[in-house]
């Protein structure tokens, strides 16, 4: 089974359209990362969130973590085809005193100029 | 200020060969993630090492699949007799300490095997 279930999985939108996607988990995580990726790129951390109920925007972004900390969710506001990419999830776990990073499946956007 | 650096950013192999794939860190960093990622699909934890040290494989292949992180020189992650399902882009992180700190990626390696 997957930790982190993202949604939609697929995404197409004319520019200046909003859009949201989805983090999901059945368990509650202490913290949770957003990623964008490019096609031929790594990831780029564009957000962690820490604690449950947080809103933190980025420019035209806008990042939220549920309040009992098993959900988030990412809104662009008049997207721009410079949004086009992947967008992933990740939450880090501890185990034994060390750390991990769980990904989600990912979101795959595409803004049509 | 160099970021993350991998090589090759593209290798191809043939079946039952040897691929390798080095990490450079950023500077000052001591901790390095490999991932994996299929086609479509997220990134997926495979091992997380600091110098000389492996400190979690459990997303490792038993067989085939090595990593180090030697004292001197980049990380190396070793792929030995590949076959096709090894096809994939191979993304290294780097992060100075584990307890607060944000992860780097690298561009990846893109692994075909024909």
């Known amino acids: 089974t997957q930790l982190l279930e993202q949604s939609p999985q697929f995404l197409s939108i004319q520019e200046g359209e909003n859009l949201t996607v989805y983090c999901n988990s059945s368990s509650v995580f202490s913290s949770l990362q957003w990623y964008r990726q490019e096609p031929g790129e790594g990831p780029v951390l564009l957000v962690t969130?820490?604690?449950?109920?947080e809103v933190k925007k980025l420019k035209r972004l806008t990042f939220q973590f549920g309040d009992a900390r098993k959900d988030s969710s990412l809104h662009i506001t008049a997207a721009q085809p410079g949004d086009t990419g992947l967008y992933l999830c990740?939450?880090?776990?501890?185990?034994?005193?060390?750390?991990?990073?769980?990904f989600g499946t990912g979101t795959r956007l595409k803004v049509l100029a | 200020n160099a970021g993350v650096m991998q090589n090759p950013r593209h290798l191809v192999r043939r079946r039952g060969q040897e691929a390798r794939l080095r990490c450079s860190p950023m500077k000052g960093h001591s901790h390095v993630y490999w991932y994996r990622q299929l086609p479509e699909e997220g990134l997926k934890f495979m091992v997380y090492l600091q110098k000389e040290n492996i400190i979690d494989e459990s997303g490792m292949p038993k067989e085939r699949f090595s990593a180090e992180f030697p004292k001197e020189g980049p990380s190396i992650l070793r792929i030995q007799q590949v076959v096709r399902g090894d096809s994939a882009a191979y993304f290294c992180a780097s992060s100075p300490q584990d307890r607060t700190s944000e992860q780097f990626f690298g561009p990846g390696t893109r692994l075909t095997v024909l």
């Open positions: 969130v820490v604690t449950g109920g």
């Open positions: 990740a939450l880090r776990l501890s185990t034994s005193g060390t750390y991990k990073y769980i």
